[in-house]
């Protein structure tokens, strides 16, 4: 009985033995313990590569979007137009108070610190190649006041009355202002009716784009 006993503690004792965790050897845990150390090398090397391309990519993107702003400012400008017989804006005896009211908003805008946003262009190149049918109703030689102000140019249609109203979408500046011909001379009128002197003569020329 007693010699079963032990012999069924030595089988326990092996059992045992057998189910319990064997230790990895020494060189396994030292090279795995060496990877771990050269991943961890590799990856704080290639660190500030990493943040100079990521650098190098938003700086590359920043400068993009700086050279496409002015294209994109310039054309979200929207601008119109008013249309007539050059002699109408510059020399009627009914059209006179137009270079008073004109004299009077670039005062206005000195004062604000404001860029002018008007111009008065003789013989607007866009006339005849972007509205052909109105411009059949214009005489020539003809002067457009031209503006980005939407509201004031609406007010001058209604004080300037036999005008022609043109929105001119999808123009930069350079084409919303662009001039044909000069103006020739105009006869000074027989009768002046104003309290006032007679404007100087090319008065008009003061408000053409620069």
């Given at each position: ?20 965790p ?35 990519r ?48 670039v ?37 457009a006041?031209?503006?980005s ?11 300037l ?7 001119l ?42």
């Amino acid at each position: 009985m007693a010699q079963t006993m032990r012999v069924a503690s030595s089988t326990e004792i092996k059992g045992a033995r057998s189910m319990a965790p064997q230790r990895p050897a020494m060189g396994a845990v030292a090279g795995r313990v060496a990877r771990v150390q050269h991943r961890q090398m590799a990856q704080a090397s290639f660190a500030p590569v990493a943040r100079a391309q990521q650098l190098q990519r938003n700086t590359h993107v920043v400068c993009v979007a700086a050279q496409e702003a002015p294209a994109q400012q310039e054309t979200a400008t929207q601008w119109y137009g008013l249309v007539a017989n050059a002699e109408f804006f510059c020399n009627d005896v009914q059209n006179e108070p137009l270079a008073e009211q004109l004299r009077e908003r670039v005062r206005y805008f000195q004062e604000q610190g404001r860029e002018l946003d008007f111009f008065l262009v003789p013989n607007p190149t866009w006339l005849d190649a972007q509205f052909p049918e109105q411009a059949k109703q214009v005489k020539r030689p003809c002067m457009a006041l031209v503006s980005s102000d939407k509201q004031w140019v609406t007010f001058m249609k209604l004080r300037l009355d036999r005008v022609l109203k043109f929105d001119l979408a999808g123009m930069t500046a350079a084409e919303a202002l662009s001039a044909g011909e000069a103006l020739p001379e105009f006869k000074k009128p027989e009768k002046w009716t104003a309290p006032y002197a007679m404007y100087s003569p090319k008065w008009w020329e003061k408000f053409y784009p620069n």
